[in-house]
């Protein structure tokens, strides 16, 4: 177990065991450490074990923490660290020691060693055991053994609301599990629920002789002698208990076995706070897929009318071997739209191929497009395909398409009127069995009448256009994008985020997302690695009140908001144009125009 040694200016060392799952330090008489050193903070810093690490931190905006010689706001201890808070001096190690905690304690005994020491090969295995009541059950047995006790439990505190709190046994040992309703499962109720609620542990010799329990039910019907019960706490709230007893012994149990069994509760603690989150991150996550599952297209989040919009399309598109071309801003998902579009294709058992038209350098375009021969020029050392023969049977996915050069765009042109491509330094055409879906984020148009996109290539490429919303324009979808995105990378980091305040996810619908569904995931992943706490704030998102939406022009604004109340509309008539129509007391074919703009609108730059 570890422990914490404290220097003070005269006198011996006092040594505190660091059991619980948080341990505060300070100058306060409440605090788990209580150190009477004017240099403390009241409530100076606290000790957070994790299950496998120990981890300090200030608390009440103190920074006077130092850790080997460095000054620190929060770090993991390791054996041997040298502490100064203030100027209180402390060692921490993660060895089991024993010495007097405070001056008028005496000296450890050969029992409170082995308690230690029994304590220590438990805590190694809360980090290598992954069933929860198998460990209480051990952590039970020690206790039995070391208090001498004939039978204990571990009891929970469960809450469900419009019912009182009821007491479940978690974990037993010679006494009936189950809901803890009377004196039929062989505990006193009375004991435990004024361990309950003072949140302090109690020691009885007698049950039958004691003032306080004699006259107790359960304590009568039981002929109940030695009990000891404490309680288990988390982040200051009792969650349960541990109750240990002996019927056929009076005054079995002394101070030392109380401390022993407070020790081991800390343990307890810390046990069923873990599983308590674990399960309450299950929970979230079944409740995340059941909200996703109709809200998913393949592997495509949305449920707005412009996304239903283009799922309607994607579907039709799908099944054909005709081109499509994405276009969308930056960051809108347009290469999910394509490999969606692969998926539910006849070619989806072929290859399913990517350029980045904009990433490549130009002068190993063609070359990285329809492969070389060896020789075709220097550093050529051997013949090698290209991406069209790479994707034959399958599809080609041409990213940035808009990128490509005019002298690029004439021989993609040609190998998609001919189905035949040719590689550098070669004379032969080899065929090409593909189906080409590109995508972009600028204007096609305005870059054909600028004469720096082939407007030949542009209809062979656009025979079907999708056009992907923005992500601001998408409603309630970024609630389910973000929470999806959570969920996913709080597992692959490792991240103790359960989810959003109400805060951060007001300031996620408000925020304008320019870089959409991209930037938000860079937000969620950097959150995700930096916060401390159980739930994302706008802080934690760089949402604060600085990240509010930019002022439009007059005339953009009234566009905006009348395009926004119609989608909205529609959305709540569940898609019904005519009822939306109706509704807005407009004519039909105004909600058709809003649709048509919503799928074909004004391009960047346009």
């Not at 600028?442 to 407007?455: A, H, K, P, Q």
Request: charged fraction near 25%; include cysteine.
């Amino acid at each position: 177990m570890a422990t914490l040694r404290y220097f003070p200016p005269s006198g011996p060392p006092q040594l505190y065991p660091l059991h619980k799952p948080i341990t505060t330090i300070g100058r306060a008489a409440g605090n788990d450490i209580a150190i009477p050193n004017a240099t403390l903070e009241s409530h100076h810093a606290q000790i957070v074990f994790s299950g496998r690490d120990f981890e300090i931190e200030g608390l009440s905006g103190s920074d006077a923490i130092t850790i080997n010689g460095k000054r620190k706001r929060r770090a993991r201890l390791v054996n041997g660290d040298r502490l100064c808070l203030g100027d209180a001096q402390f060692s921490f190690s993660m060895l089991s020691e024993l010495l007097p905690a405070a001056s008028d304690r005496a000296p450890a005994s050969g029992g409170d060693l082995e308690a230690l020491h029994r304590l220590y090969q438990f805590s190694e295995k809360l980090v290598s055991t992954e069933s929860v009541d198998q460990l209480l059950e051990t952590l039970l047995d020690n206790v039995l053994e070391m208090t001498g006790a004939a039978r204990g439990m571990v009891l929970l505190v469960e809450t469900h609301e419009g019912v009182a709190p009821s007491l479940t046994v978690r974990a037993s040992r010679n006494v009936q599990a189950g809901e803890l309703d009377g004196p039929s499962r062989g505990i006193s109720d009375s004991i435990v629920r004024q361990v309950i609620e003072s949140k302090r542990p109690v020691i009885v010799s007698d049950a039958l002789t004691d003032t306080k329990f004699s006259q107790s039910e359960s304590v009568i019907a039981l002929q109940l002698s030695s009990v000891m019960c404490a309680p288990l706490v988390a982040r200051g709230e009792v969650i349960g208990a541990l109750y240990v007893a002996n019927d056929e012994i009076k005054s079995l149990f002394e101070k030392r076995q109380l401390d022993i069994l407070t020790v081991f509760a800390g343990q307890a603690s810390l046990l069923l706070t873990n599983a308590m989150l674990v399960s309450a991150l299950r929970a979230d996550k079944q409740k995340l897929e059941a909200e996703l599952g109709d809200k998913r297209f393949g592997e495509i989040i949305g449920a707005c009318p412009s996304m239903l919009e283009v799922f309607k399309k994607l579907q039709k598109v799908a099944t054909t071997d005709i081109s499509v071309l994405i276009t969308g801003e930056t960051g809108t998902g347009k290469e999910l739209i394509a490999r969606e579009i692969h998926r539910r294709s006849e070619r989806a058992s072929g290859p399913f191929v990517t350029v980045n038209c904009g990433a490549i350098p130009e002068n190993l375009m063609e070359s990285e497009m329809f492969g070389h021969v060896k020789g075709a020029f220097t550093g050529a050392i051997a013949s090698r395909g290209g991406r069209f023969q790479q994707a034959n049977g399958g599809t080609l996915f041409l990213d940035e398409v808009g990128e490509l050069t005019p002298q690029l765009q004439v021989k993609l042109l040609r190998a998609l009127q001919e189905r035949m491509v040719t590689r550098v330094g070669d004379s032969r055409p080899e065929k090409a069995d593909i189906r080409v879906v590109s995508a972009t984020n600028r204007n096609l148009e305005d870059m054909i009448s600028e004469g720096t996109f082939r407007e030949d290539l542009y209809y062979r490429l656009n025979v079907v256009n999708l056009w992907l919303p923005p992500l601001r324009e998408r409603g309630d979808d970024v609630f389910i994008i973000a929470k999806a995105l959570l969920s996913k990378y709080a597992d692959e980091l490792g991240s103790k985020v359960r989810g959003f305040s109400p805060a951060a996810l007001s300031a996620i619908k408000r925020y304008y997302w320019p870089g959409n569904i991209r930037q938000l995931e860079n937000r969620l992943k950097k959150a995700l690695v930096l916060c401390d706490q159980d739930l994302l704030t706008p802080e934690d998102l760089d949402l604060g009140t600085d990240a509010a939406e930019p002022i439009l022009p007059l005339e953009r604004a009234k566009e905006e908001f009348q395009r926004r109340y119609v989608l909205e509309a529609l959305e709540r008539n569940n898609g019904n144009r005519t009822q939306t129509a109706r509704d807005l007391g407009v004519d039909p074919r105004t909600i058709f125009r809003h649709l048509e703009r919503e799928q074909n609108p004004p391009k960047p730059g346009g």
